[in-house]
């Protein structure tokens, strides 16, 4: 292809950049280890686990992340602030390192060659991506993240 008439791309993040499977495997027994030496508590990985169960569900695709936290710790018994906590480490942290490990390679250079080239690179995520971005060594212009900034759906969304 001619990537010189094109004018710009979207890329999602999760799955796009890197294996996802990977990644979540190795955050699997990272979170086992956390609840085996103390640090994360059984309620904190309930409350992880019910915040990715929910932030699909059609009824709850339109809350940003602390509406969703806020619903998460009705259900789990934790603080709103102790879910946005949980899940900011250990969504948004926690993984970061993995990220930039297990990158791809190939789509990081493609990416960042048409950055540099002038073309316009805009980022859709379900969730924050600039850290991750960060940590991946990718450029981009613009993020959109479907839980911030008016967007109200996630992906994938006919509406």
Known sequence: MNWSNVDGFIFDVDGTLYPQKTVRLRMFFRLIWALLTGSLSIRELYAIYYFRKIKDQSEFNHFDIEDLCLQVSRK?????E????????????????????????????FINH????????????????????????IHFNREFVSCFGGITQSKPSLD
């Not at 906590?85 to 990220?99: A, G, N, Q, R, Y």
């Not at 316009?120 to 960060?134: F, G, H, N, Q, R």
Request: glycine residues 6%; proline residues 4%; hydrophobic residues 40%.
């Open 114 to 137: 048409q950055h540099n080239a002038g073309k316009t690179i805009v980022i859709y995520s379900d969730y924050p991506a600039t850290e991750k971005l960060k940590a991946m060594g």
């Open 76 to 80: 789990v018994g934790l603080s709103k």
């Open 82 to 109: 102790r879910v946005l906590c949980s899940v900011k480490k250990w969504m948004f942290e926690v993984p970061l390192d993995l990220l930039k490990e297990h990158c791809y390679l190939d789509v990081r250079q």
